[in-house]
């Protein structure tokens, strides 16, 4: 599985934004997606999990109530609408797939894509 994320920029403190990740591959529909963010000097923490059903999904709780993950499988595309952004939401924005368990964790996912950067600032 390949993926491709988009849709990162530059926004203001409260503004949105929608980051698209593009899956390649017959087998997208069976992969739990993920979010994940990395910020500058920082770890790479969990944002969003969504599973292949997509009625299981998953939010940190420094995120809960402003983002919201969803999925397309006809378009093998994962989407993780950002509401409401702070300026510590600045980030690098990688998407995952995985088939495992730990969804929470990096090693829950087998594949990741490139990272898009989110810049909250005014």
């Known amino acids: 599985v390949q993926l491709q994320a988009s849709g990162g920029g530059l926004v203001q403190p409260g503004g949105s934004l929608r980051l698209s990740c593009a899956a390649s591959?017959?087998?997208?529909?069976?992969?739990?997606m993920g979010w994940f963010r990395q910020a500058p000097g920082k770890r790479r923490e969990f944002v969003a999990l969504?599973?292949?059903?997509?009625?299981?999904?998953g939010y940190a709780d420094s995120v809960k109530g402003r983002v919201t993950i969803s999925r397309d499988n006809a378009k093998n595309t994962v989407y993780l609408q950002m509401n409401s952004l702070k300026p510590e939401d600045t980030a690098v924005y990688y998407c995952?797939?995985?088939?495992?368990?730990?969804?929470?964790?990096?090693?829950?996912?087998?594949?990741w894509g490139q990272g898009t950067l989110v810049t909250v600032s005014s």
């Open positions: 969504i599973g292949w059903r997509s009625s299981s999904t």
């Open positions: 591959g017959r087998t997208f529909s069976s992969y739990t």
């Open positions: 995952a797939a995985g088939s495992g368990s730990d969804y929470h964790l990096e090693r829950g996912y087998e594949y």
